[in-house]
């Protein structure tokens, strides 16, 4: 039987890196299955393996598996169950409430930035400008106002939680895609990129080799 929780997912950062840096965060020890390389169509053979096992309710990754047998798998519903157990989700319903109007926030930028990397050539032209130009700048600038309004520093009550992990795995990937410049206009993201990656656990794993390299939303 396993002695420490495992993380199975694709070769990538993916859904499943919202799930890491919170697992950074609280530094929990953890195991991690990669099945291989994602592909739409040709699924490697240790996740298909993975899916005829029944493990997968829904067929997807990535999939939590803790000691005892316990396994959870949709990438909201480990990090909720992990920010429950790990006390980084609020010290009330309230303030759990307000962490999962930041993740679900979150999650709305990342589906559009889903769609820019999915896009056919003649829909990226016409997809870009409206995503980055417009749609971006006002969802930071809601970001920017929250975190600027709490005195802590911090998204959610007075210390740190799953909102501010997760907005983090934002702020990473649009500055691993070139828009460092963006997030700099707006001073409360900016200054909370840089405490949040000298937190401790975040920067042990940000600095570790078992990190996957970036995911561009546009191939060059």
Known sequence: MESIPRLTYFSGRGR????????AEAGIDYEEVDVGPWHPTDKPPPFLDLKASGKLAFGKLPLWE????AHV???GAILRHIARKTGLYGRD????AACDEIVDAVEE????????????????????PVVIGEELPRWL?????????????????SSVT????????????LSDNGLSESIATYPGLSGFLQRMK???????????????????????
């Open 16 to 23: 499943a890196e919202k799930i890491r840096l919170l697992l």
């Open 66 to 69: 803790e000691p005892g047998g």
């Open 73 to 75: 798998v949709q990438s």
């Open 93 to 96: 319903a309230l303030e759990a």
């Open 109 to 128: 930028v990342v589906d559009r930035a889903r769609a820019i990397m999915n896009a056919e050539p003649a829909k990226l032209a016409e997809l870009l």
């Open 141 to 157: 600038e809601q970001f920017d106002r929250i975190v600027k309004n709490n005195p802590s520093g911090f998204f959610v009550g």
């Open 162 to 173: 799953v909102a501010d992990t997760t907005v983090f795995s934002l702020l990473e990937m």
């Open 198 to 220: 000298q937190r401790p656990g975040l920067s042990r794993y940000l600095a570790s080799p078992r990190r996957h390299p970036p995911q561009l939303l546009v191939s060059m």
